[in-house]
């Protein structure tokens, strides 16, 4: 099935440090969103980028995507400890329709240490 | 403003007794319902996604089955579990397509 691959699948950097994850998939889109998860937690909406979109920010999170070459990165500036979760992308695909739930990628495990 | 409750929260379950994990909505009317499964360490599984009330589409065949019996309501069900059956269950929401899915909290399944 359609699906958003992400990578790295894990990524540990020290707190301060910058942190990008990408985002690939195979079909179009019609908007791609992001989201994190803390160990044994529900996942929490981030950003949502829509195909005609490019960027997108919130806080220190930066979301860019590249509909020509199917892929997404998420940036958090100046980690923290806190940012320590699981980060998913997920995609809407056309065609549009209720029967088009999202597509979610395994995954980038992201530890910040301190 | 809508929530989502889900529960129960933890369980464990001797093999081949049932499952009923429950779902609520609550704020929204005719939300798109969702149940992702995700077993340790992996991405999300779709497993059952609903547009209406007794409209329910499976992705994955398996032991398991999804009902809707009122508008925001929404149940994952199954007969006899498999040992196979443990993992992350969690309910999702969203109002239509192309808006942001909302998740529950998430219940965790063990089976014994």
């Known amino acids: 099935s359609q699906q958003g691959e992400e990578d790295p699948q894990a990524l540990s950097i020290q707190e301060g440090e910058n942190a990008t994850m990408n985002c690939s998939y195979k079909t179009s889109i019609n908007n791609l969103q992001w989201y994190r998860q803390n160990s044994g937690r529900g996942l929490v909406h981030l950003i949502l980028i829509r195909s005609n979109e490019r960027e997108k920010h919130s806080g220190r999170l930066r979301v860019t995507l590249d509909t020509s070459k199917k892929s997404s990165s998420l940036l958090i500036t100046a980690s923290r400890a806190a940012d320590t979760a699981s980060y998913f992308c997920a995609t809407d695909h056309v065609p549009y329709s209720g029967n088009t739930p999202l597509v979610f990628g395994k995954g980038t495990r992201l530890s910040v240490i301190a | 403003s809508q929530t989502i409750h889900q529960w129960p929260a933890t369980l464990v379950q001797p093999v081949g007794s049932p499952l009923s994990l429950e779902c609520t909505v609550e704020?929204?009317?005719?939300?798109?319902l969702y149940w992702y499964r995700q077993a340790a360490g992996r991405g999300l599984q779709l497993l059952f996604y609903?547009?209406?009330?007794?409209?329910i589409s499976s992705e994955v065949p398996q032991n398991l089955s999804a009902s809707r019996p009122q508008d925001r309501q929404f149940i994952l069900s199954s007969k006899k579990l498999l040992l196979s059956d443990s993992g992350f269950y969690l309910c999702a929401w969203r109002e239509r397509p192309g808006n942001t899915i909302y998740f529950g909290e998430g219940s965790w399944l063990t089976v014994v």
């Open positions: 704020g929204t009317s005719n939300p798109n």
């Open positions: 609903s547009v209406g009330i007794g409209q």
